[in-house]
């Protein structure tokens, strides 16, 4: 991955953003959106996400934080 993000100081006071599980998740989701549109394969067939976009499932994003799937932290 190469790039680089840019975010306002003023993010930090974010009640969502001050907390570090939070903080660390969805920075993970905006370093992982696509920047440009990009083709990709979901379940055989080729799709086109738009900057901002992923394909990530709930259950995909649960192990990568290691948190519960059923957990309130994600919904």
Known sequence: MTG????Q???LDH???GEGDRFR?????VANAVWKPTRTR????IVTLERGEMTYSVRYLADA????KISS???
């Open 42 to 45: 979901i379940k055989g067939s």
């Open 73 to 75: 932290r994600i919904a």
């Open 15 to 17: 009640p969502v953003i």
């Open 4 to 7: 680089f993000i840019a975010m």
């Open 25 to 29: 998740a969805w920075f993970w989701l």
């Open 9 to 11: 100081r003023e993010a």
């Open 65 to 68: 934080w290691g948190w519960s």
